[in-house]
């Protein structure tokens, strides 16, 4: 049977109508808000703008969808600085503003203080860029983190020294902090323990000092031909600098938080070319439909990936928390926090299948060992 012209006129205003009364009822509902805690400023803020880009991509999907549970998200930002201090001041304020669960942070000495504050409130919150052993062997029920524990990067770094780098006389540097020492003893104990190879050096520095001359020469004295820093970005590119300009030949290999395009870009590409990292895999080399077709969109909005993985996870701790919020029917935290722990099992993220363990720590870690070639890419080692 034909339609009149004005027939289907009709129909596609209707339609149309149909369409925008959908998106006007949701926009009318309450939304739902769930928080980002992040350093958008302070030393951290590189890693802290690309968390909010990813974020806000996976928000941007989900409000297209139709929203959860028929009403929009909306984002709660809380900037942390990369202080424990300030940490501590925006999880107060998430817990008042009454979010359904906060997303965050990047640093495991960052994060320790909110969760411990979350936890008090009963309120879930996923970890994207804390790797501190000690995060989830606190007994918290309602901290849970999408990235990967230090024990097994240092496992992997041990193995990836002696195997791969063929290396005899190991330095290992932290900077003190939960993260960097965590990870520095990560690696120190299966060095020992497989008496492969000999522990030449092992030392601090201090976060945010820009001299590091005195302890590079004390370490040159021991010959090391690997040197493992596991502590930021902003002190490797530094270091990196001095200890080439100091003569110092070791191999650099940095820790998942220490070499970044900012790290390329502190240390110049003439002597960031060949450093070494240990880390999860890097967006770009995810092989997942839901990585692509992220990546995709990510390019599109900024013109190039993220060049680390953090603000991937943090997307990706944020689409573990819709699923829990669209699974289970609920916002209430202790029904969220449950249906993490019990339900949600290989939920296809980004960054591959995500289920959590009986403390929160993300099932099946993947390390892979990336290169800084000489135009300041960075390509997996082969």
Known sequence: MKRSRS???????????????GHYVMAAKEPIRIGLQAPITGPWAYEGEMARNCVQIVVDEVNKAGGLLGRPVEIVLGDDQGSPKQSALVAQ?????????????????????????????????IGYGSTAEKLTEQGRKYFFRTCFRDDKQGAFFATFAVDKLKAKRVAIIHDNTTFGKGLAEAAR????????????FYDAITPGERDFTAILLNMGKQNPDVLYFTGYYSEAGLIIRQMRTL??????????????????KIAGLNMAAGALQTQ???????DYPQSKT????YIRRHKEPPSSPWPVYAADAFKSIAAAIQGS??????????????????????????????IGDREGAIYLAYEVTADGKFVPLR
């Open 7 to 21: 027939g289907l006129l009709l129909i596609a205003v209707a339609l149309v109508l149909a369409l925008s009364f």
């Open 93 to 125: 304020r998430m817990v008042s503003d009454k979010v359904v669960a906060v997303v965050g942070t990047y640093g495991s000495s960052i994060n320790d203080p909110a969760s411990a504050i979350y936890e008090r409130a009963e309120l879930v919150n």
């Open 189 to 200: 104990r299966p060095i020992l323990e497989q008496k492969k190879a000999e522990i030449v």
């Open 247 to 264: 003569g110092i030949k070791a191999t650099f290999v940095g820790g998942n938080a220490a070499v970044n395009d900012e790290f390329v």
């Open 280 to 286: 999860e895999p890097l967006p770009t080399d995810l």
């Open 294 to 297: 992220f990546l995709a969109e």
């Open 329 to 358: 029917g609920s916002t209430d935290s202790k029904v969220l926090m449950n249906y993490l722990r019990n339900n949600l099992k290989d939920y296809p993220g980004i960054t591959g299948p995500i289920s959590f363990d009986a």
